[in-house]
């Protein structure tokens, strides 16, 4: 797998649009990148994935750059409900095994 | 439609104990994985099963053995229970063994004393 990079830690007001980050400068031409959230004691929900153009979903946007080296998810209006730790992963080409970091911890406040 | 369904979801086991946890995937799905997560930690491949065949396998021990049914269920088993063994363990299955796109129950969360 890729290894990617995230922050942290994030916090994001309620109503207003939460951007999370993701580094994974060394991913291959092939590889997708794919965006997980775990809500406290709940088992890892799947959210979108994408290889080159932009995605969008009923639950959020993915932006990935030119040159595929970073990508930023979108939740247009963060809600209380979104508050979950966030990962970023990009498995190896033709495999299912995700590797999950220890995530973006984002924090929704009212 | 049901999605992915473990049991037990707790489950409290003493050291040298076996335990075994089972796994349903989304009807239609013939890939299941099973992941290990500890108190703070992302989870951690264990295995991952496809028409019935191991296709991967996590740098985790032999004590950890898992089977896949012809139904598709699957069920992940531990012996000699060990108290690093105390985890959340998450089942996840998917249409297909090359996509990345998994469905993952709520868990069985083992205590080891």
């Known amino acids: 797998d890729a290894k990617t990079t995230q922050p942290t830690s994030m916090d994001c007001a309620e109503g207003r649009a939460a951007n999370l980050p993701c580094n994974h400068s060394t991913i291959s031409g092939n590889e997708y990148v794919y965006w997980y959230r775990q809500i406290h004691s709940q088992g890892p929900q799947y959210i979108i994935h994408g290889l080159k153009n932009n995605e969008t979903n009923e639950m959020a946007s993915l932006i990935i750059t030119e040159d595929r080296k970073s990508s930023t998810l979108i939740l247009p209006h963060a809600t209380l409900r979104d508050t979950a730790v966030y990962y970023c992963i990009a498995p190896e080409a033709g495999y299912s095994t995700l590797t999950f970091g220890k995530g973006t911890m984002l924090l929704v406040s009212p | 439609d049901a999605g992915v369904t473990q049991s037990p979801t707790h489950l409290i086991k003493t050291r040298g104990q076996h335990v075994t946890l089972r796994c349903s995937p989304i009807?239609?799905?013939?890939?299941v994985s099973w992941y290990q997560q500890v108190l703070g930690q992302g989870p951690q491949f264990i295995f991952q099963?496809?028409?019935?065949?191991?296709?991967g396998r996590g740098n985790f021990p032999d004590r950890f053995s898992a089977r896949q049914f012809p139904n598709y269920s699957s069920e992940l088993n531990v012996n000699a229970l060990l108290l690093g063994d105390s985890a959340l363990y998450l089942c996840?299955?998917?249409?297909?063994?090359?996509?990345?796109?998994?469905?993952f129950g709520e868990g069985s969360r083992l205590t080891v004393l």
């Open positions: 996840a299955s998917s249409a297909a063994p090359y996509t990345g796109e998994l469905f």
């Open positions: 009807s239609g799905h013939k890939s």
């Open positions: 099963y496809y028409e019935k065949e191991e296709r």
